[in-house]
């Protein structure tokens, strides 16, 4: 059974740095990444890694240069470091994993089939 437990959410002012973390069990191979949502508006991609193979880590260009995802093998632990954050930055943060997209970049754009979620963790950046 594959489990994503994100954590690691909070507030934080503009400028401010937080990191998440996903603890993931019984998932071994395929893409791991993170997801944002804010209030009507569709999930978008923030930063994805393949495990398993070559990482070839990959991001929204609106993240760029800001955010770092890493993947602990030992730990079975993907994380998600934000330094810089903005208050466009504010959103619900999920973890996901799939083992089916057959392109990193696919799986960041088009998450609608996406096999395995986390609950969501909370981001506030105040201005």
């Known amino acids: 059974q594959v489990r994503l437990i994100e954590s690691g959410g909070g507030s934080v002012q503009a400028g401010g740095s937080l990191r998440l973390s996903c603890s993931i069990s019984?998932?071994?191979?395929?893409?791991v990444g993170w997801f944002r949502q804010t209030l009507n508006q569709d999930r978008e991609g923030v930063a994805a890694?393949?495990?398993?193979?070559?990482?070839?880590?990959t991001y929204a260009a609106s993240v760029k240069g800001r955010f770092t995802i890493s993947f602990d093998n030992a730990a079975n632990t993907l994380y998600l470091q934000m330094n810089n954050l903005q208050p466009e930055d504010t959103a619900i943060y999920y973890c996901?994993?799939?083992?089916?997209?057959?392109?990193?970049?696919?799986?960041?754009?088009?998450?609608?089939?996406?096999?395995?979620w986390g609950q969501g963790t909370q981001v506030t950046v105040s201005s």
């Open positions: 019984g998932f071994t191979r395929g893409f």
């Open positions: 996901a994993a799939d083992p089916f997209y057959g392109d990193i970049q696919y799986f960041l754009l088009a998450p609608g089939k996406i096999v395995y």
């Open positions: 890694v393949a495990i398993g193979s070559a990482p070839n880590p």
